[in-house]
């Protein structure tokens, strides 16, 4: 990914592309960075402006004390786009990041054509965090939400990364829950896209989450909305997509064979191709 460059207020970005060919923001997922997005980056910046973030309080933006605010963060995300004079463009967020691209949209509708929810139709798992009771009812759902809470508020060591890159086993064990198939993953682009994980701030929305109205913020979009999801997303049931339809306007759902939580690592070609649909506005 090229080099990355910093505000003056602290947001990390990374900018890639030709400005005459449509413009992409893209915003990672819980405790990730804007590593998560290199391959997607490259793909899509070869006909069109790129524009990958850090949401503050993650990447290297991360803080000890796990400070995070999801009004400030996303006036933040707002007031970058106006400076890097962002218009007409398409937000893609992924998980948990839909939350955040959804306020960004309702701050900045201007800004803003289309919004594409990657793995981001979590409205059972929403319900489950502000209402742990429910994970006796679904278990395996609320394991789910665990783990993948908890893998974003630990930072991965490099060591371990490169380790997992090594070893299809150790890959198998330890990410089962996020992908599809751990064995098939790309080592070096697993390295890449993790590097940077992890915040306390994770632990701060799962203490704040009865504070954060999931189906108050999808409301407020005012623009269409795609949905792209991996076929074995173990977050996200056919009903969710239902559900999420009652609360954006979905023009496109797409569903990503033999892909999981993480397509910008599983099945990084395809979602660049879908993205560039999106985009162009072209049919599915």
């Given at each position: 990914?090229?080099?990355?460059?910093?505000?003056?207020?602290?947001?990390?970005?990374?900018?890639?592309?030709?400005?005459?060919?449509?413009?992409?923001?893209?915003?990672?997922?819980?405790?990730?960075?804007?590593?998560?997005?290199?391959e997607i980056v490259r793909r899509l910046?070869?006909?069109?402006?790129?524009?990958?973030?850090?949401?503050?309080?993650?990447?290297?933006?991360?803080?000890?004390?796990?400070?995070?605010?999801?009004?400030?963060?996303?006036?933040?995300?707002?007031?970058?786009?106006?400076?890097?004079?962002?218009?007409?463009?398409?937000?893609?967020?992924?998980?948990?990041?839909?939350?955040?691209?959804?306020?960004?949209?309702?701050?900045?509708?201007?800004?803003?054509?289309?919004?594409?929810?990657?793995?981001?139709?979590?409205?059972?798992?929403?319900?489950?965090?502000?209402?742990?009771?429910?994970?006796?009812?679904?278990?395996?759902?609320?394991?789910?939400?665990?783990?993948?809470?908890?893998?974003?508020?630990?930072?991965?060591?490099?060591?371990?990364?490169?380790?997992?890159?090594?070893?299809?086993?150790?890959?198998?064990?330890?990410?089962?829950?996020?992908?599809?198939?751990?064995?098939?993953?790309?080592?070096?682009?697993?390295?890449?896209?993790?590097?940077?994980?992890?915040?306390?701030?994770?632990?701060?929305?799962?203490?704040?989450?009865?504070?954060?109205?999931?189906?108050?913020?999808?409301?407020?979009?005012?623009?269409?909305?795609?949905?792209?999801?991996?076929?074995?997303?173990?977050?996200?049931?056919?009903?969710?997509?239902?559900?999420?339809?009652?609360?954006?306007?979905?023009?496109?759902?797409?569903?990503?064979?033999?892909?999981?939580?993480?397509?910008?690592?599983?099945?990084?070609?395809?979602?660049?191709?879908?993205?560039?649909?999106?985009?162009?506005g072209a049919d599915d």
């Amino acid at each position: 990914m090229d080099r990355w460059s910093q505000t003056e207020d602290g947001v990390r970005y990374v900018e890639h592309g030709p400005v005459t060919g449509g413009t992409y923001v893209l915003v990672h997922g819980l405790g990730g960075s804007l590593e998560q997005w290199s391959e997607i980056v490259r793909r899509l910046g070869h006909s069109a402006r790129v524009l990958a973030i850090d949401v503050p309080g993650f990447g290297r933006s991360r803080t000890a004390t796990g400070a995070f605010d999801v009004e400030a963060a996303a006036a933040t995300i707002a007031r970058f786009c106006a400076a890097k004079q962002v218009h007409d463009s398409v937000l893609v967020s992924h998980s948990v990041g839909c939350v955040m691209a959804a306020r960004v949209a309702a701050l900045a509708p201007e800004r803003f054509r289309r919004l594409v929810f990657v793995s981001g139709a979590l409205v059972r798992a929403s319900e489950l965090t502000q209402h742990p009771g429910r994970a006796l009812r679904e278990p395996l759902l609320g394991l789910t939400v665990a783990t993948q809470f908890l893998a974003g508020l630990l930072p991965i060591p490099r060591q371990l990364l490169t380790a997992m890159a090594r070893s299809a086993l150790l890959r198998s064990a330890l990410l089962r829950p996020f992908v599809a198939d751990p064995r098939s993953l790309d080592a070096t682009l697993l390295v890449e896209t993790l590097t940077g994980t992890g915040s306390p701030a994770v632990l701060r929305i799962l203490f704040t989450a009865k504070a954060i109205a999931y189906d108050t913020m999808l409301r407020s979009v005012q623009q269409p909305v795609d949905l792209i999801t991996g076929d074995a997303d173990r977050l996200i049931a056919d009903e969710d997509r239902q559900l999420v339809r009652a609360l954006v306007r979905v023009e496109r759902d797409v569903v990503i064979d033999d892909c999981g939580h993480w397509p910008w690592l599983e099945q990084p070609a395809e979602l660049a191709d879908l993205l560039i649909a999106s985009g162009s506005g072209a049919d599915d």
